[in-house]
């Protein structure tokens, strides 16, 4: 039973920094791709940025040159720095990784930005 743990979210001013955390049960080389994605209310979930085999990454227009993602091999977690956070990225935000054609998610985590 694949597990992702996200942490990091919070409360934060705009202009502020967050940094997301998703602990994994699966050693990452076994992983087709890995990647955040987030949910504002009423909104679809939708992609922020993902890593696709041996490191190609792909970022959502709206965060790319504000966020990063990467990854730990040793230590099985992915994170997203996030800088320069706005209001609109205010969102519950949700790990979620491919094995073996198997799509698992994590619980999510809140991200709340006050203008």
């Known amino acids: 039973q694949v597990q992702l743990v996200e942490s990091g979210g919070g409360l934060v001013q705009a202009g502020g920094s967050l940094r997301l955390s998703c602990a994994g049960s699966?050693?990452?080389?076994?992983?087709?791709?890995m990647g955040w994605y987030r949910q504002a209310p009423g909104k679809q979930r939708q992609l922020v940025a993902r890593?696709?085999?041996?490191?190609?990454?792909i970022y959502a227009d709206s965060v790319r040159g504000r966020f990063t993602i990467s990854k730990d091999n040793d230590k099985n977690t992915l994170d997203l720095q996030m800088n320069s956070l706005k209001p609109e990225d205010t969102a519950v935000y949700y790990c979620?990784?491919?094995?073996?054609?198997?799509?698992?998610w994590g619980q999510g985590t809140q991200v709340a930005v006050s203008s």
């Open positions: 979620r990784q491919v094995i073996q054609g198997t799509v698992y």
């Open positions: 699966e050693t990452i080389f076994n992983i087709d791709s």
């Open positions: 890593i696709i085999g041996s490191g190609i990454l």
